[in-house]
């Protein structure tokens, strides 16, 4: 019994040094709260299933080991004569039943509510390819592709000898991120030009897949102005891992800035850069 009790009061000191370590800040081994309020809400249901697993988890474990414990064959108990009851077969399906209904009404409205793409105040086409992202800004008229950034790139080639820990967000940043205003609701068409992918951002709890010939859809409304990273969450061929997300999300005024921007770049690079501007209208034909 003494071995027992040190042995709990060492494990309860080890945890007390874990949870203290300043350098474990950062560590987290829950799913991001994110910056939507279906993340928020994805968050707090995911939070409701977890401590429902949590009770059911002590509640059996505890009942199992308590008639190890109690009714184990030292201490000369004679075994219980309840096989192949019908009354308690019934109790275990019965429990278990109810505890599915429960946690499948608030799942499956979560689920409607996510997949509910009406009333978007914009459309956003995304095509997975082998290996990259194309955007479509299908009001606007404004398309591009993403591609992991020549940094990452170089840096992941066999043999670069370069240390990616000198990359910041290596492997997780673009050429040309996809840029959207907060506080509009977005509505994503979703779909791939060759393989199946699959467009995934933890922060905008959007994961839906990319499936050649099939249009999928799903929305955003993000809350907060910042860069989100997500990356391709199917397997869908030897440069899967290298094709990351990044989703910029900026205020309305600069949002229809940057669309005039990529409407109209050559105005921008004059304005930017005169010299420029003869050098193109010198190689222009007249
Ligand atoms: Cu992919």
Redesign the pocket.
């Known amino acids: 019994m003494h071995r027992l009790k040190a042995a709990l009061q060492g494990l309860f000191c080890a945890l007390l040094v874990l949870i203290a370590q300043p350098v474990l800040a950062d560590w987290a081994v829950n799913m991001p709260r994110g910056v939507t309020q279906i993340s928020n809400e994805v968050y707090e249901l995911h939070m409701i299933i977890f401590w429902i697993c949590v009770v059911i988890g002590v509640g059996v474990f505890g009942v199992m080991f308590a008639s190890i414990y109690l009714h184990r064959k030292s201490r000369g108990v004679k075994p219980a004569t309840f096989h192949e009851s019908h009354t308690v077969e019934i109790i275990w399906t019965i429990i278990p039943f109810f505890i599915l209904i429960a946690m499948a009404i608030p799942a499956a409205k979560m689920l409607i509510k996510m997949e509910d793409t009406r009333n978007a105040d914009m459309t956003v086409k995304i095509t997975?390819y082998q290996?990259m992202w194309g955007y479509e800004y299908v009001d606007q008229g404004v398309s591009l592709y993403s591609r992991l950034d020549n940094e990452s790139n170089t840096v992941r080639q066999v043999k670069s000898g370069l240390d990616p820990k000198s990359v910041p967000n290596y492997l997780l940043n673009v050429d040309n991120q996809l840029v959207l205003p907060v506080g509009k609701k977005i509505r994503f068409l979703i779909t791939a030009n060759d393989v199946i992918?699959a467009w995934w951002v933890p922060d905008l709890a959007v994961k839906k897949d990319a499936i050649p010939g099939f249009v999928n859809e799903v929305w955003t409304k993000i809350d907060k102005e910042g860069i989100y990273r997500g990356q391709?969450a199917?397997l869908?061929g030897k440069d899967?891992g290298f094709?990351p997300i990044v989703v910029k999300a900026v205020s309305e005024a600069e949002f229809k800035l940057w669309i005039e921007q990529q409407k109209n770049p050559t105005q921008i690079a004059n304005a930017s850069a005169p010299t420029s501007t003869v050098a193109l209208n010198a190689a222009t034909p007249q």
């Open positions: 997975g290996w992918h391709c199917e869908c899967h094709m």
